[in-house]
């Protein structure tokens, strides 16, 4: 890893560690991997962001084989320390539920559950050491490496249109096709006068469609933007170690990765509420959509 570092600018680091394995077309016409963060911009929309991808199926697998392993094991007696804390997610994901779900339908605590745990472990990716992987990575050819899916825009987008589109089919169901295009472009005006609905038609169709469309925007943006933050914090204080480890004999060099080791820990131990956090405000927000997909009072 210093070897690394030590051939880069800051910048050229915090660009390198920001910047996904791409597959996608080059210049030339031919498909194949980029090799650098220009030719990963210049792929355009195509392009498959293969470390996210993969990252993403591992912590999914990682997820169902756990949790399938603990039902297979389940004991009636005392339950050993991971299905204790098994159930104890589960208990939480159901209290969470039933207090900001008023439907009834059997698929919400487990979408609860698969956002939450799904999000949960790949947020905690953040926490292996900044270089370790793609260090790993390079030793095979591979030059690109980010770990954290959840710091792509592409994978957020992906977890947010997901529950965006079981919004929009639970409303057309619940609700109706007519009843759906009623709360765009009547409410809350149902009770008013023709004239009254005829007005505000138009304005209430653009203010209902803006507030929809925000929706996803908004609920992948927000933990995008907060994963993504704590990568760029990591990476920053990993730049401590890159200045100096052709200086670990001096006294300055011993300082400054002592620093910079103490603020890793630190950050890591904040992050753990950080990263927990938002995957706890996207599966409420999840539970709070598929609600509002539910309600007929409107």
């Known amino acids: ?89 589960i208990d939480f994901i159901d209290d969470t539920v039933n207090g900001s779900f008023s439907g009834n339908n059997p698929l919400i605590a487990p979408l609860a559950l698969t956002v939450f745990v799904w999000i949960l472990l790949m947020n905690t990716m953040d926490l292996v050491p900044i270089d370790f992987l793609p260090w790993l990575a ?30 929009l089919y639970y409303s057309v169901k619940n609700k109706g096709v ?20 005829i007005i505000f038609f138009m304005p209430n169709l653009i203010l209902e469609s803006v507030s929809l469309i925000s929706k996803p925007l908004s609920h992948s943006l927000r933990l995008f933007g907060n994963m993504y933050a704590g990568e760029v914090i990591f990476i920053l204080i990993a730049l401590l170690y890159a200045s100096t480890t052709t200086e670990l004999a001096s006294l300055d060099g011993i300082m400054w990765s002592l620093a910079g080791g103490l603020l890793q820990m630190v950050w890591a131990i904040f992050h753990i509420l950080i990263i927990t956090l938002q995957a706890f405000i996207f599966m409420v927000l999840t539970v709070v959509y598929m609600d509002m997909a539910h309600s007929t009072d409107h």
Not at 33 to 51: K, N, P, Q, T
Not at 71 to 89: D, F, L
Request: aromatic share 10%; no cysteine; glycine share 10%.
């Open 138 to 167: 390079s030793m095979v050819g591979v030059h690109y490496l980010k770990v954290v899916p959840t710091t792509d825009p592409n994978a957020t987008f992906a977890l947010a249109l997901g529950v965006f589109g079981l919004m």
């Open 1 to 89: 890893m210093a070897s690394e570092t030590e051939t880069q600018t800051a910048g050229e680091y915090i660009r390198h560690h920001l910047t996904n394995l791409t597959y996608g077309q080059h210049s030339d016409g031919s498909w194949g991997l980029a090799h650098s963060a220009e030719e990963a911009a210049e792929m355009g929309f195509y392009a498959i962001h293969v470390d996210t991808m993969v990252f993403s199926i591992v912590t999914g697998v990682a997820f169902l084989w756990l949790f399938s392993r603990v039902a297979r094991n389940m004991v009636t007696g005392v339950p050993g320390k991971m299905q204790n804390a098994i159930e104890a997610v």
């Open 178 to 197: 007519l009843g759906f295009l009623g709360e765009l472009t009547l409410h809350p005006f149902e009770g008013k006068t023709l004239l009254a609905k």
